[in-house]
């Protein structure tokens, strides 16, 4: 969470999301989500979660702090991740079986758009600054820049390979990218667009954060 003293995981096995005070690294609660979730959101509260449920195409709505889920929301069928606008009021939901990208109305959870973005999505994140949506999809050498009112596409980022996950460092201005099958992390300025650093991850690599005002990197 966004005060760094919850940790949230999602665990795909159990369809359970556990709460682990990381002070003392002890799970201190554990709440039942829908089949096979895959990745979850906190907002920047860090009082509620979005759990995307890939086997059972819905989103979990966490409460934190008492532990429950609050609401359920049906979505297409795969939902993997989602990101939130800049002022956190849509939820953009990306989907592994299904074509569209749902935009949600983050405190209703009614469907406000459903956007045709193509089929086999990987990965999403939104520039804080702009609201530009980034998608990552499979077999893909690059990454698509859209606008999040026309969704239209107003630039490319060539990667070279499937972006498997993303995240901008607002701070520095730049966007990471994990690219699998070349087993890179590479990093993009979002104001020029071009590549100033690739660095070499060894085999899968799966996620990047960043923390500390960008001074640190995972």
């Known amino acids: 969470t966004s005060d760094g003293q919850t940790l949230l995981t999602a665990n795909a096995g159990s369809n359970t999301v556990s709460i682990i005070d990381t002070s003392s690294l002890v799970e201190v609660g554990r709440v039942r989500v829908g089949d096979g979730p895959s990745s979850l959101l906190t907002d920047k509260t860090g009082r509620k979660a979005y759990v995307f449920n890939t086997q059972s195409n819905t989103i979990s ?3 934190i702090g ?9 979505t297409d069928a795969g939902p ?5 606008s800049s002022r956190g ?32 999505m990987t990965s999403v994140t939104v520039d804080p600054r702009t ?10 050498l690059e990454v698509a820049v859209y606008d999040s009112l026309s969704f239209i596409p107003v630039g490319y980022i060539r990667t070279g390979g499937t972006a498997a996950h993303m995240h901008i460092d607002s701070v ?10 070349e087993k890179k992390l590479m990093v993009v300025n979002l104001v020029s ?6 660095m070499d991850t060894g085999e899968e690599p ?6 500390g005002q960008g001074t640190e990197r995972f």
Request: net charge neutral.
């Open 131 to 140: 609201d530009l949506i980034y998608l990552g999809k499979k077999n893909e």
């Open 193 to 198: 667009r071009r590549t100033v650093a690739e």
């Open 89 to 120: 009021n849509r939820l953009y939901v990306i989907h592994g079986s299904s074509p569209y990208l749902l935009v949600l109305d983050a405190q209703s959870l009614t469907i406000v758009k459903r956007e045709m973005v193509g089929t086999g």
């Open 206 to 211: 799966f996620r990047v954060v960043t923390a």
């Open 172 to 181: 520095e201005n730049n966007l990471y990218l994990v690219i699998p099958e």
């Open 80 to 84: 993997l991740r989602g990101e939130l």
């Open 66 to 74: 008492i532990r429950e889920v609050v609401a359920t929301v049906s």
């Open 61 to 63: 709505v966490l409460d």
